[in-house]
């Protein structure tokens, strides 16, 4: 059974996730308004992510007797400066987002739930990834943000990616 700290703060995490979704999901909308349709698809990829990060933490609540309590979503921004920009949101927003796990993480060893610790420590390496990835595709956009062959590469590049839902991996 989850304590009512612990159920709160996963709650509260299940709508920043699913607003951390809906954000990717108006990046990518942006993005194929700017003609970088791999760009979208990257996001839309991260939006699809995002989603099953929040039914993760969903099913987890239900599994231990708790209570799943839906909250509004709040509005996401709709424009950018550029796709540096788009992405230097996004690598902040991850950084946001891994400070949140890290609290509901303090929470939970403070309330000895080892359970919720060995659940969280999927996010905690997820994030590190999330993290690394964003930083990474940042870096190289600052190269070639003036590079019309560059972007095109990239295009490409973000393109390919596929979904893949992560959350059915040890879970």
């Given amino acids: 059974m989850l304590s009512k700290k612990i159920e709160k703060a996963i709650n509260d995490q299940i709508n920043a996730e699913f607003w951390s979704a809906h954000l990717y999901l108006s990046m990518s909308a942006w993005l194929s308004e700017q003609n970088l349709p791999g760009f979208s698809n990257w996001m839309y990829i991260q939006y699809k992510e995002e989603d099953t990060h929040a039914l993760k933490f969903f099913r987890y609540v239900n599994e231990r007797g708790g209570r799943v309590t839906l909250q509004p ?29 890290y ?69």
């Fill in 73 to 101: 979503i709040a509005e996401v921004p709709s424009e950018w400066k550029s796709a540096v920009d788009v992405f230097q949101q996004t690598l902040d927003h991850e950084r946001v987002v891994t400070s949140r796990i």
């Fill in 103 to 171: 609290k509901i993480m303090e929470i939970a060893l403070e309330e000895k739930d080892y359970g919720t610790v060995n659940f969280l420590q999927w996010y905690i390496n997820e994030q590190v990834e999330e993290e690394a990835t964003a930083e990474d595709y940042l870096n190289k956009l600052k190269m070639i943000e003036k590079d019309p062959s560059g972007m095109y590469a990239m295009d490409k590049e973000l393109g390919a990616r596929v979904f893949v839902d992560a959350t059915l991996k040890g879970a």
